[in-house]
């Protein structure tokens, strides 16, 4: 059973941006198998943010679930819906 992750006291802000084709190319070619475009580019900017050497967002996880809740979630939502 999925009980969840919270933020601390973070709110997810839907945005807009405009990519270029090959940007966009290259997002899908490095999504990982069943990951979204949004998460995929979630996981590409948290990672280089951590490779730049600045600090990552804070989450508390709670609960059961599987290891990949974070990047796989609108998967599972879409399987439970």
């Known amino acids: 059973m999925i009980a969840g992750y919270y933020l601390r006291r973070t709110a997810?802000?839907?945005?807009?941006?405009?990519?270029?084709?090959?940007?966009?190319?290259?997002?899908?070619?490095?999504?990982?198998?069943?990951?979204?475009?949004?998460?995929?580019?979630?996981?590409?900017?948290?990672?280089?943010?951590?490779a730049s050497g600045r600090p990552s967002p804070e989450w508390i996880g709670s609960g059961e679930g599987p290891g990949d809740l974070g990047l796989m979630a609108e998967k599972y939502l879409r399987e439970i819906a």
């Open 12 to 50: 997810m802000a839907r945005v807009t941006i405009y990519l270029p084709d090959a940007i966009r190319d290259l997002v899908r070619e490095l999504a990982e198998d069943g990951e979204s475009f949004s998460a995929t580019v979630t996981r590409l900017i948290e990672s280089g943010a951590r």
